[in-house]
C-alpha cells in the first residue's frame, strides 16, 4: 500500500495512481470509525501491516463489486497547512514516498518537511505534529521524509518512533510530545551514539527503524557514503559503513551495535582482502525490515558495499553486503545470514523488507522467509534452521550451466549464493573481473 504522494494544492493529495492506498486507507478508517461505538477498529500499526510484513488486510467491505462506488473522505497535503505556519516555504517534495500507520483511529505519517504528523482517520485533520528542537528566532529545522514510522506500545505507554534528519526520536503516540529523557531531548544523534568509526558528516535513514521485544532496530547511511548513480560520480576507496544498532524503546539506551563491515577478529573479517575491511564502508540497509517478536528476531535486507560499480579496492565476497541477515533483536548478535551475491558490482542492493511467511514442505509447517530481491525471489527458513528444511537448496545440487570455480575464499560457516563466471569465448589476455566471478 505504498503511496507516492505529490501536493499541487493545499489539501490536494495527488494525481498519481500510487495514491489509490492513501485514498483507500482513508476511506476503510471511515468505514470502521463510523461504524460505531462497538464496530472493531482495523488496525495498520505497521508500515507493511504488521512486523512480518505481510501487507494483508482483514477488511472485506472494499471488493470487486464494491468498488468502484468509493468516494474520497477526505484530502490532506504532504506539508499541511499547520504545518506551512511553522515552515512557510515548504512544499512537499516531488518524490514523497510515505506509507502512514493507523491505530486506534489516528493516522501517522512521515511529513513533507520531516516532521511526523497525526491525522484523524476520518476527517483527515491534523491531531498534533513534532516541531524539533530549536534556538528561540530561528525556524525549525527541515529534515527529509521517510518511507514510514514505527509504533510501539506497553500497557499505557505507545510511542512513535521516527526518523528526523540524523536524529532517532520518541513522541508520545497520544500527543506528540518528546520525551524529554530519551536521549537528549526526545531524540538521539545517530552520527555519534554507537557509532565510532569516524569520518561521518551526517546520516540518513529513507525508511525508518522497526521495534520488537521492545528493542528500537535501525539502519541508515552515514554521510559521505553514497550511491553512485551515473559515470560522472566516480567512486570512492572509502566510506562509512551502515552500521545496524539497536536502543532501549524505554530509555533510549543503546543497547548493541552490528558491524556490516566487520572488525578484525568478527566473523567475516576475512572476506575483506588485503585489509580493505578497514576502510571499506556502507554494507547496510536503507529499505524496510521485519520481525518475528514471538522468535525475537529482526530481519535485515542489506545493501552493495562502497563503490557500487566498482570493486577494485575491496577484494573479497564482503560480507554483509548484499545479504539477508538475522540478528537477535535484544542481544544484536548474528543468528544466520545468506550472502545472494559475492562481492557485488551492479548495485543489487536488497530492495524491500523480508516478507515472512508459513508454509508447509514435505507434510512440515515451516516458519519461512521470502525476500524479493532485483534478480528473483529467495525462500527459506527464517529461524536457525539451514536452507536445507526446504525443498530448494541454493548452495547444493546440480551445478547450473553458469556455475564454476568460487574466485575468493569465505568462511566455512555461512550460507552463501555460488560465485559465477560468464560464458561464452574467452578474450584473449583478459584480466579477472572484480566481482567474486572470473573470466
Same mark, same amino acid.
Given at each position: #500500500?505504498?503511496?507516492?504522494? *505529490? ?8 494525481? $498519481?495512481?500510487?495514491?489509490? &492506498? ?35 488486510? !482483514? ?37 514523497? @514516498?510515505?506509507?502512514?500507520? #493507523?491505530? +486506534?483511529?489516528?493516522?501517522? #505519517? ?34 527529509? !521524509? $521517510?518511507?514510514?514510522?514505527? /509504533? ?6 505507545? %510511542? ?10 520518541? =513522541? ?25 568509526? &569516524? ?6 535513514? !529513507? ?20 550511491? /553512485? ?8 576507496? *572509502? ?30 573479517? +576475512? ?7 578497514? /576502510? ?29 560499480? /566498482?570493486?577494485? $579496492? ?7 553486503? *548484499? !545479504? ?30 523480508? #516478507? ?12 519461512? =522467509?521470502?525476500?524479493?530481491?532485483? @534478480?528473483?525471489?529467495?525462500? %527459506? ?19 547450473? %550451466? ?24 574467452? %578474450? ?9 566471478? *572470473?573470466?
Amino acid at each position: #500500500m505504498s503511496s507516492v504522494v *505529490e501536493s499541487f494544492k493545499e489539501y490536494i493529495v495527488t494525481k $498519481t495512481i500510487w495514491s489509490l &492506498g492513501v485514498l483507500i486507507i482513508a476511506a476503510a478508517a471511515v468505514t470502521a470509525i463510523g461504524a460505531g461505538k462497538d464496530a472493531k477498529i482495523h488496525n495498520w500499526p505497521a508500515y507493511s501491516g504488521d512486523k512480518g510484513s505481510t501487507k494483508y488486510s !482483514s477488511l472485506d467491505q472494499i471488493n470487486k463489486d464494491t468498488v468502484s462506488r468509493l468516494q474520497i473522505a477526505w484530502r490532506q497535503s504532504g506539508v499541511p497547512a499547520e504545518l506551512k505556519a511553522v515552515w512557510p516555504e515548504a512544499n512537499a517534495p516531488g518524490n514523497w @514516498q510515505n506509507t502512514p500507520l #493507523m491505530v +486506534d483511529g489516528l493516522l501517522y #505519517m512521515s511529513s513533507g518537511v520531516g516532521a511526523v504528523v497525526a491525522l484523524d482517520g476520518a476527517t483527515g485533520k491534523v491531531v498534533w505534529f513534532d516541531v524539533p528542537p530549536h534556538d528561540d528566532g530561528k525556524a525549525p529545522p527541515r529534515a527529509a !521524509s $521517510t518511507r514510514g514510522v514505527a /509504533y510501539w506500545a506497553n500497557g499505557n505507554d505507545s %510511542r512513535i518512533f521516527a526518523m528526523n534528519g540524523a536524529n532517532l526520536i520518541a =513522541l508520545n503516540a497520544k500527543t506528540g510530545k518528546r520525551y524529554p529523557d530519551w536521549g537528549t531531548n526526545g531524540g538521539i544523534d545517530l552520527t555519534k551514539v554507537g557509532y565510532d568509526r &569516524g569520518g561521518v558528516t551526517g546520516y540518513r535513514n !529513507s525508511s525508518g527503524p522497526i521495534v520488537v521485544r521492545d528493542v528500537v532496530v535501525v539502519g541508515g547511511v552515514p554521510a559521505p557514503a553514497t550511491d /553512485y548513480l551515473n559515470e560522472r560520480v566516480k567512486a570512492t576507496r *572509502e566510506a562509512p559503513p551502515d552500521d545496524i544498532r539497536g536502543f532501549d524503546a524505554k530509555t533510549g539506551t543503546l543497547l548493541w551495535t552490528f558491524h556490516v563491515v566487520p572488525r578484525p577478529g568478527e566473523f567475516g573479517e +576475512d572476506t575483506w582482502l588485503n585489509g580493505s575491511a578497514s /576502510y571499506s564502508g556502507n554494507s547496510g540497509v536503507w529499505s524496510l525490515l521485519s520481525a518475528d517478536e514471538e522468535l525475537g528476531y529482526v530481519y535485515l535486507p542489506l545493501e552493495e558495499a562502497t563503490g557500487d560499480y /566498482y570493486g577494485g $579496492t575491496r577484494p573479497g565476497n564482503n560480507l554483509f553486503a *548484499e !545479504s539477508i541477515l538475522c540478528l537477535d533483536a535484544k542481544t544484536g548478535k548474528r543468528v544466520w545470514h545468506f550472502q545472494t551475491l559475492h562481492h557485488g558490482l551492479w548495485d543489487y542492493d536488497l530492495p524491500a523488507a523480508p #516478507m515472512l511467511v508459513d508454509i508447509k514442505v514435505n507434510g512440515r509447517n515451516v516458519k519461512a =522467509l521470502a525476500q524479493v530481491t532485483k @534478480q528473483a525471489l529467495h525462500v %527459506r527458513p527464517r529461524s536457525h534452521e539451514r536452507q536445507a528444511d526446504l525443498a530448494h537448496r541454493r548452495t547444493s545440487g546440480a551445478a547450473g %550451466r553458469h556455475a564454476r570455480r568460487v574466485v575468493f575464499p569465505h568462511a566455512a560457516d555461512s550460507e552463501q549464493a555460488p560465485s559465477i563466471r560468464p560464458t561464452g569465448r574467452r %578474450r584473449q589476455g583478459s584480466a579477472r573481473l572484480h566481482a567474486g566471478i *572470473e573470466s
